[in-house]
């Protein structure tokens, strides 16, 4: 019947997915069986990418079927991975794009993979439209399927219409703006109502059913009419040239099928004069669409059947009913029955669907998993670190009564047991020297992170810095996200590490200070025991203390301290060992209620899982503080029965020290491990940080190239024509007639007028040439070939440029036939970095004078070349 409208596919640039998703995967799952699975899986989402968009696809179901395999792996993994930081930009040019059917912008680049399913979801619907118009309509089999395609084309474009401005964030380009999918959509459902009303005439339906079908199409194709009509933000090269003709053609030729219908119906009714009057009204129908559309569409079928049965009707009528045909208006409306539905996009949209990463938690279950476990560590760092407070502060008690050493020195000159034992446990730890070393490197260690820090905030300082420069220079045309706002993430992640080295640089202070206290001790107890016998002062003997219970109830007391301190450690392996996995549970809410209330889940979780050891905690930590209270009053006691004089106090003293400095030596060990730990760790996080900075700079040039080629092609297209002055003489030229061309006008340059003469006689007026005599002198040729029936352009009715003396003429705009761009003409220098602008010179003309030569255009500034990481990628 007639030609039914396909849409064109979206073209997109290859991009490679494989780097940036492995690069996430490598870095979040440890090596082993689960990520070589997703290794492999990154790959084929790559392959599977390649095939759907990097080939010219057939119009078959088989194509379209990699199409909805490829949309849907992208909506199954837009949870799973974050986009966001992974700075993957997707380019795909406008599908109506080059004088194809629509124009607008050449391409558009953006980094997020809502534009990416967007335009993937355009290509569904694109594809589908061109396989339901290869389809074989005399055929069932051909019917349903075109059927099929059209409502799911009519769906994917209604989906995009609701969904593009929130998936993007900014204006689109024209084919996928909401005006020109919400048009597409409808043009779809209408040419799927048509195929309907093909299928009930093949299956013979009564003809009340396909006139209300046929009447339903033509409303459709009315709606879809007025929206290419009346939308002035539509572009109108396709609508005017291509689909507005076809549009009103299928409407005038549905109609017209509705009233032929309807006048069988009539027919049967014995209301001839009805029959008559729809048949005359189907005429006028199919003769509009002849003789408007006739290059369009083919009427002549539908025509040919319409004059048979108005030809048989008027006969018997005037023969034999002799019934009365009433006007049009006066006609009983004709009913509709819409037989088709816009395809809701449902995920999967492929029966076949499988997905790649199917065991890969989505990140917001990731997320969630990450809080829980910071949460957990919180918990068990609360735990043992009041532990290990309470045992420093047990350490400190008996440092300061100098027990038990006070116990094992009463004969007044031996080296103390403990003080032995504390010696020997120095020394196995590698004595002054180890942690002197370790004091050391940590500066060191430190500046390397501070580099690595500075280094990667430097990139994105200077990768803004350009972007500000731009945006001040091209103002609105520098439609792109301004990298402060992308950036803001980042720098907040960059400030939390300066906070982090800070806090670190307070605690090297610390450390430092705490062995510059204690060092000259320590390195007393590295000496052999005699040494260390020879530094401690020797006192009275004080054996007659030995068999005091004073002495004894210390002891024991000291005993049950030690098992207090022992039991501490126990719970912390304890406390150490707990381990849970909350993934199935966050992936079960997620499904059940579409979101993780993570808080909530992991405190009920930790409160169950370290419940008890908090209660234990709390119990040891009471019971050492009775203890301390209880030694305290007993060493009072045992002070008191000790014979005191200057040398006891000053061994006591020494061995007081002695006992402090082993435990500081201790505790300065496990911080100087801890730090160099805390700093290789940091480490590696700052190498991701700058990895993760440098790939969005990398990401954002690219974007910055794309946009800066795509400014100057369009500062290119623009029109770059002179101002000039009209002379007086021209002023009373008779204006040209509406509709006419506009005269070319002639540049005249000022700068190389002579010097003032005495003026000659007075020159006669131009001839006037009236529009008529230059339209007769004139005759315009026709562009349109023989049997064409759209009317041809109007001819120029005015002069074809004004009368005047021979002085040098403009040689026309660009691109019109005969013009030649003169060598010296740079589209890209004028406006470029404040150049000196080069005047429009034609051909014959001479130019300003002393006008700078030709520069070369200002290079953009470039990315900086990115340098190596001070340390092996982890």
């Keep these: 019947m007639a030609t039914f409208i396909s849409v064109p596919l979206k073209k997109s640039s290859e991009v490679d997915l494989a780097k940036p998703l492995l690069k996430f995967v490598t870095a979040t799952y440890p090596p082993g069986e689960e990520q070589a699975e997703y290794v492999r899986a990154v790959e084929e989402l790559n392959k599977l990418r390649k095939s759907a968009l990097g080939r010219p696809l057939d119009k078959h179901e088989s194509s379209l079927e990699i199409l909805l395999r490829y949309y849907d792996q992208l909506c199954a993994i837009e949870p799973k991975f974050p986009f966001p930081e992974l700075c993957l930009t997707f380019t795909w040019k406008d599908a109506f794009d080059k004088g194809s059917l629509f124009g607008g912008s050449?391409?558009?680049?953006?980094?997020?993979?809502?534009?990416?399913?967007?335009?993937?979801?355009?290509?569904?619907?694109a594809l589908a439209s061109q396989i339901a118009s290869e389809q074989n309509l005399d055929n069932d089999e051909g019917l349903k399927t075109a059927a099929k395609f059209y409502q799911l084309a009519s769906g994917a474009f209604a989906h995009i219409k609701d969904t593009v401005l929130s998936a993007l964030n900014r204006e689109p380009t024209m084919d996928i703006s909401p005006e020109t999918v919400g048009t597409l959509s409808q043009i779809m459902l209408s040419q799927a109502q048509e195929v309907f009303v093909l299928k009930a005439t093949a299956d013979k339906m009564k003809d009340a059913i396909v006139a209300k079908l046929a009447n339903?199409?033509?409303?459709?194709?009315?709606?879809?009419?007025?929206?290419?009509?009346?939308?002035?933000?539509?572009?109108?090269?396709?609508?005017?040239?291509?689909?507005?003709?076809?549009?009103?053609?299928?409407h005038c030729m549905m109609q017209a099928t509705a009233e032929l219908h309807q006048s069988a119906l009539a027919n049967q009714k014995k209301k001839f004069g009805e029959e008559i009057a729809r048949l005359q009204h189907a005429t006028e129908l199919v003769k509009t669409a002849a003789s408007r559309y006739d290059e369009y569409v083919n009427v002549k079928d539908l025509s040919d059947k319409i004059s048979r049965a108005l030809t048989a009707a008027k006969k018997d009528n005037d023969f034999i009913y002799h019934d009365r045909v009433p006007e049009v208006k006066d006609l009983e409306h004709i009913g509709k029955a819409s037989l088709v539905k816009a395809t809701a996009?449902?995920?999967?949209?492929?029966?076949?669907?499988?997905?790649?990463?199917?065991?890969?938690?989505?990140?917001?279950v990731q997320q969630s998993v990450s809080a829980a476990n910071s949460r957990k560590?919180?918990?068990?760092?609360?735990?043992?670190?009041?532990?290990?407070?309470?045992?420093?502060?047990?350490?400190?008690?008996?440092?300061?009564?100098?027990?038990?050493?006070?116990?094992?020195?009463?004969?007044?000159?031996?080296v103390p047991q403990s003080i032995l034992d504390k010696s020997r446990a120095v020394i196995q730890h590698g004595g002054l020297q180890s942690i002197e070393q370790l004091i050391r490197d940590l500066p060191e260690l430190l500046q390397r992170n501070r580099e690595i820090l500075d280094e990667s905030l430097k990139i994105l300082d200077e990768e803004e810095t350009t972007d500000n420069e731009l945006r001040a220079k091209f103002n609105q045309r520098w439609n792109r996200t301004p990298s402060?706002?992308?950036?803001?993430?980042?720098?907040?992640?960059?400030?939390?590490?300066?906070?982090?080295?800070?806090?670190?640089?307070?605690?090297?202070?610390?450390?430092?200070?705490?062995?510059?206290?204690?060092?000259?001790?320590?390195?007393?107890?590295c000496k052999p025991e005699n040494e260390i016998s020879a530094a401690i002062p020797s006192a009275n003997p004080a054996k007659t203390l030995q068999g005091s219970e004073v002495v004894n109830v210390l002891r024991a007391q000291l005993a049950q301290l030690d098992e207090v301190k022992r039991e501490r450690e126990v719970l912390e392996g304890e406390v150490k060992a707990v381990t849970f996995d909350l993934t199935t549970k966050f992936l079960t809410a997620l499904a059940q209620d579409g979101a993780i209330n993570e808080e909530a889940m992991t405190t009920n979780e930790l409160d169950t899982r370290y419940g008890s050891h908090t209660q234990r905690v709390q119990q040891n930590l009471r019971r050492q503080e009775e203890l301390l209270s209880q030694i305290q009053v007993s060493h009072q006691e045992f002070s008191a029965l000790k014979q005191s004089n200057s040398e006891a106090n000053s061994r006591e003293e020494v061995l007081k020290k002695l006992a402090a400095a082993h435990d500081s030596y201790i505790e300065i060990s496990s911080n100087t491990k801890e730090g160099t730990k805390f700093y290789n760790d940091l480490t590696e996080i700052l190498l991701k940080f700058q990895n993760k900075c440098s790939d969005i700079v990398f990401a954002r040039k690219t974007e910055r190239d794309e946009l800066l080629k795509e400014l100057q092609q369009s500062i290119a297209r623009e029109p770059s024509a002179p101002s000039f002055n009209v002379p007086s003489y021209q002023?009373?030229?008779?204006?040209?007639?509406?509709?006419?061309?506009?005269?070319?006008?002639?540049?005249?340059?000022?700068?190389?007028?002579?010097?003032?003469?005495?003026?000659?006689?007075?020159?006669?007026?131009?001839?006037?040439?009236?529009?008529?005599?230059?339209?007769?002198?004139?005759?315009?040729?026709?562009?349109?070939?023989?049997?064409?029936?759209?009317?041809?352009?109007?001819?120029?009715?005015?002069?074809?440029?004004?009368?005047?003396?021979?002085?040098?003429?403009?040689?026309?705009?660009?691109?019109?036939?005969?013009?030649?761009?003169?060598?010296?003409?740079?589209?890209?220098?004028?406006?470029?970095?404040?150049?000196?602008?080069?005047?429009?010179?034609?051909?014959?003309?001479a130019g300003y004078p002393g006008a700078p030569p030709t520069q070369q255009p200002y290079p953009y500034p470039q990315q900086p070349p990115q340098q190596q990481p001070y340390y092996p990628q982890q």
């Design 106 to 125: 050449v391409k558009l680049a953006l980094a997020s993979v809502g534009y990416e399913k967007t335009c993937v979801l355009f290509n569904v619907g």
């Design 484 to 525: 402060g706002d992308l950036y803001k993430s980042l720098r907040a992640e960059g400030n939390n590490f300066c906070n982090i080295l800070d806090k670190a640089v307070q605690a090297d202070q610390v450390v430092k200070g705490r062995y510059n206290e204690h060092c000259g001790m320590i390195a007393l107890l």
């Design 731 to 845: 002023s009373n030229t008779p204006a040209p007639v509406p509709g006419g061309p506009t005269p070319a006008p002639r540049t005249v340059f000022n700068a190389q007028q002579p010097q003032a003469k005495p003026q000659p006689p007075a020159r006669p007026p131009p001839p006037s040439i009236t529009p008529q005599a230059a339209s007769a002198s004139a005759p315009v040729s026709s562009p349109m070939g023989p049997g064409s029936t759209n009317p041809p352009p109007v001819a120029p009715t005015g002069p074809s440029q004004a009368q005047g003396p021979p002085y040098p003429s403009y040689q026309g705009y660009p691109g019109y036939p005969g013009y030649q761009m003169p060598m010296a003409y740079n589209p890209y220098a004028y406006g470029q970095f404040n150049m000196p602008y080069m005047p429009y010179q034609a051909q014959g003309q």
């Design 345 to 364: 996009v449902q995920i999967p949209l492929s029966q076949k669907f499988t997905d790649l990463f199917e065991k890969m938690v989505p990140m917001a």
């Design 377 to 414: 560590a919180d918990t068990v760092n609360r735990l043992i670190g009041s532990m290990r407070e309470a045992t420093n502060l047990c350490n400190g008690v008996l440092a300061s009564l100098n027990l038990p050493a006070a116990l094992e020195d009463l004969s007044g000159d031996a």
């Design 216 to 250: 339903q199409a033509a409303d459709y194709y009315g709606d879809a009419f007025k929206q290419c009509q009346y939308k002035e933000n539509l572009p109108k090269y396709f609508y005017f040239q291509e689909v507005l003709p076809v549009l009103a053609a299928k």
